[in-house]
């Protein structure tokens, strides 16, 4: 499953650190940001079953973000 997330992040330092935050806290989930986007686009894939919205949603308004999913 993946799920797509429209955020503020814009640097690339924060990015990094958010990523690394996101795979250590859910090692089944990989995720990349796509900052070039003008939603600054946030994707996260899981192989093994469901990505969970409102835990990464809260993980990034922890670090100071903001994230929202993008609808289909």
């Known amino acids: 499953m993946v799920e797509v997330f429209k955020t503020n992040v814009t640097a690339p330092g924060h990015a990094q650190r958010l990523l690394d ?8 989930y990989r995720a990349n940001f796509d900052l070039e986007d003008c939603d600054n686009i946030l994707r996260v894939e899981c192989a093994s079953g469901f990505v969970l919205p409102s835990c990464l949603i809260r993980l ?3 670090a100071g973000f903001h994230a929202e999913v993008l609808p289909d």
């Open 60 to 62: 990034l308004r922890d």
């Open 21 to 28: 935050r996101i795979h250590a806290t859910f090692a089944e």
